[in-house]
């Protein structure tokens, strides 16, 4: 059946970009590690000192986990645009013996799943930092890894869907400060849904068109408990429909300026 000629194909190359994952694994750790013992240690020992509850460290645990995977975007996009003003390897990938879809594919499972053990180091890693500050018994794991997981599809997806909407890298600035960093910031790092509800009811709906949003809260349920938060369904749901959105106005943007048939 083509369909398993299709996934073989796809299988292959996914090992092959898994090998060369392995050469930069560590070196991308570290970099996520500093990142992350920095804002955990600040927020944890630092910020209380100015009147912030002493568990905003816990807070933002959660907050480091749903961004982990969202710094690998601005990197990927580069890549991308600079293959298709250069080399176009791409092209390549275009003529083996399956959809011109799955060449998009590949590289959305390539970005989401390398992503996803880099993730999961951090809480290990904050609870060292925090220590009893830190309290696990609220987390729930297979929540966490399904939202893990659904976390990184969404950054694999937002990849292929931002890099169909840069022209060129003169302009590739403009995907951290038009579309990255609002989306995170405005996304809940620092505060939940509910907060922001309380402060004006117009601009939390508004921010439900966000799919860093639901990232956030769906991070924040499973690792510390659901009160307080967005519900856990009803986050997994949307970030599907982000995903297939994305996804599917990506591949179709990008098979239209690749001119891919």
Known sequence: MNILRYSSILGQL????????????????IDLSIWAVTVVAVTGY???AFGIESAYGSF?????????????????????VSDFEGDRIISFYSTLPMPTSFVFIRLFLNYSLSAIPLTLCIVPLSKLVLWNQFDLSNMHVLKFLVA??????LYGALIVWVTSYVKGLET????????????????????SWYVLYGFSPTLAYINLLNPLTYVMEITRVSLLGQEGYVNYWLCLAALVGFIVF??????KRLKKQLDFI
Request: aromatic content about 22%; glycine content about 8%.
């Open 148 to 153: 893990l997981v659904i976390t990184n599809f």
């Open 246 to 251: 994305f996804m599917w106005r990506g591949i």
């Open 14 to 29: 996914l090992l092959t970009d898994f090998l060369l994952f392995r050469r930069v694994f560590w070196a991308k750790l």
């Open 60 to 80: 933002m645990v959660a907050g480091v986990c749903a961004s982990a995977g969202l710094f690998e975007v601005f990197p990927s996009v580069m890549n991308l």
């Open 46 to 48: 630092l910020m209380p």
């Open 172 to 191: 590739i600035g403009s995907v951290w400060m038009r579309f990255i960093y609002p989306m995170w910031f405005l996304g809940g790092f620092q505060f």
